[in-house]
């Protein structure tokens, strides 16, 4: 059981631990980890596209999980997709794309593992709609803490599955999964842009007809102050059909971006960042984006940040913190009117900040998403002072009766997150059935008293 110690970080680079990394080759090696690993916690690890400290274990062992990466079997009938838990959503795509099949729900990147995507049970921009991972998730086999293999699903040791959902790794490590993909006509989309010149006239905007679209999200410059509070960029799309395309497309309906000369939304900026060159972006964008419908590939629409390997680089050395919330409606609008004002008065710039709106909540005992908006922005680590303006969101946050994102956070308080997450006993009993010694442990969890320091 060879191990490297070793630091290792989140998507945002803060914070940094060291810790154990092991890199099974086998589920026979996995097991051995899970049964004689001599450190007393460990986490599983995908892309390590988290942003935060849910991946890392800080003095312990992390299992960073990539070898297990088999595409398993698929019904073309049905779009039901068997795979291990490494298997990325970019894989995915790759293989399935051009045989008509989409990934139902995804997030901003596809550099994430199927295990990662249940762990943190993920949204996309088509939560209104198609809800959360959960949605498209049929079963997994997940080993646990004893060195069992349970498969879990909603007939079938369903208290593990609604609890693995969205837990964080914290009740083993999840082999392999069964999905159900979406079926589409082509890999283009078909895209109204539309601005709004406030946080009202989005909202208004949003909750007028964000239904007649599969996806949703808006761009919003969260440094525009006063009358322009809010003000935004909503792109909205569903899946284009053949019709939609160019006559000259459709003999290759599925074929990649190049053929359709589709662009991204916007270019990302060579430029430092500092909040006299975020402010000029941000302002930029707004004013040069004009209304209107496009017709784009699916990479452009969904993982425009994608294009740009390492781009969490552009923040330097001490990282950066991603901050996601989500806010129910009755409050959304005050809620998000006193994070945008915290941020701007106190010239936090966020080089992108979107919204988007939540539907139904999953029956995942700890997932993010609930009925309601959500806002997400990333902040330059800039030390003690970033994490306190991330206190200040997180107080209005809890006030307003929302709860932020593990998968973004490193910084909430443990008192907090029992206020914003009210499964959080229902887990602990779960969790407790399940891995009594707090094996699976996390940075994280420990930080935020999901698990016991070990
Ligand atoms: C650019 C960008 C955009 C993003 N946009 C969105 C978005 O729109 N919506 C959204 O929901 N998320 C979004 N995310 C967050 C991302 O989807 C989640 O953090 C996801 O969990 C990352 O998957 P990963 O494979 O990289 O997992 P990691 O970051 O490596 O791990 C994340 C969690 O999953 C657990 N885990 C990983 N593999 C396993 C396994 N096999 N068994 C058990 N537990 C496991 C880990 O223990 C950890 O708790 C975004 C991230 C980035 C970088």
Request: charged letters at 25%; hydrophobic letters at 40%; a neutral charge.
């Amino acid at each position: 059981m060879r191990h490297v110690s070793r630091a290792v970080s989140g998507w945002g680079n803060y914070p940094v631990a060291q810790c154990d990394v092991y890199r099974p080759e086998t589920r026979a090696d996995l097991a051995e980890i899970v049964a004689r690993a001599p450190q007393s916690s460990l986490i599983a690890r995908g892309l390590g596209r988290s942003y935060g400290d849910a991946a890392l274990n800080a003095g312990h062992a992390v299992i960073q999980s990539d070898r297990l990466d088999r595409l398993l079997s698929f019904d073309p009938e049905g779009g039901v997709l068997a795979c291990e838990a490494a298997v990325s959503l970019a894989e995915i795509l790759d293989v399935f794309l051009p045989r008509g099949f989409f990934f139902p729900v995804t997030p901003g990147t596809k550099f994430i593992t199927v295990g990662g995507a249940i762990a943190a049970d993920v949204h996309g921009k088509n939560h209104h709609r198609s809800g959360s991972m959960a949605a498209s998730l049929l079963d997994f086999q997940l080993l646990t803490a004893r060195g069992d293999v349970l498969t879990c699903s909603r007939e079938e040791n369903a208290d593990l599955f609604w609890a693995t959902l969205g837990g964080m790794g914290l009740t083993g490590v999840i082999l392999e999964a069964r999905l159900q993909l979406r079926p589409v006509d082509t890999a283009a989309m078909v895209v109204d842009q539309e601005k709004a010149r406030d946080l009202d006239a989005v909202l208004e905007r949003c909750a007028e007809s964000d239904d007649d679209y599969d996806y949703s999200v808006s761009w919003i410059d969260c440094l525009a102050r006063g009358r322009s509070l809010g003000r935004s960029i909503l792109l909205r799309a569903n899946h284009a059909a053949l019709e939609d395309l160019p006559a000259s497309a459709r003999a290759e309906p599925y074929a990649p971006q190049r053929r359709l000369q589709l662009s991204v939304p916007f270019t990302l900026p060579s430029f430092t960042l500092n909040p006299v060159s975020v402010r000029a972006f941000n302002t930029g964008i707004y004013h040069v984006h004009r209304s209107g419908r496009t017709v784009r590939d699916c990479d452009g629409y969904f993982y425009p940040l994608d294009r740009v390997h390492h781009w969490n680089r552009i923040y330097g050395r001490r990282g950066m913190l991603q901050y996601q919330c989500a806010l129910p409606h009755e409050s959304a609008r005050q809620g998000l009117v006193e994070v945008l004002e915290e941020l701007s008065s106190t010239r936090r710039a966020s080089f992108l900040a979107v919204l988007k709106s939540f539907g139904a909540a999953s029956e995942g005992v700890l997932s993010f998403p609930r009925p309601g908006f959500t806002l997400a922005l990333d902040l330059p680590y800039t030390g003690p002072d970033a994490l306190a303006a991330l206190a200040r969101l997180d107080r209005i946050v809890a006030r307003h009766g929302g709860n932020v994102y593990l998968a973004k956070d490193a910084c909430l308080d443990p008192q907090l997150f029992r206020d914003m997450y009210p499964g959080l006993e229902r887990f602990r009993e779960i969790k407790d059935k399940v891995d009594p010694e707090h094996r699976f442990s996390s940075s994280q969890a420990r930080r935020l008293g999901l698990a016991e320091a070990p």
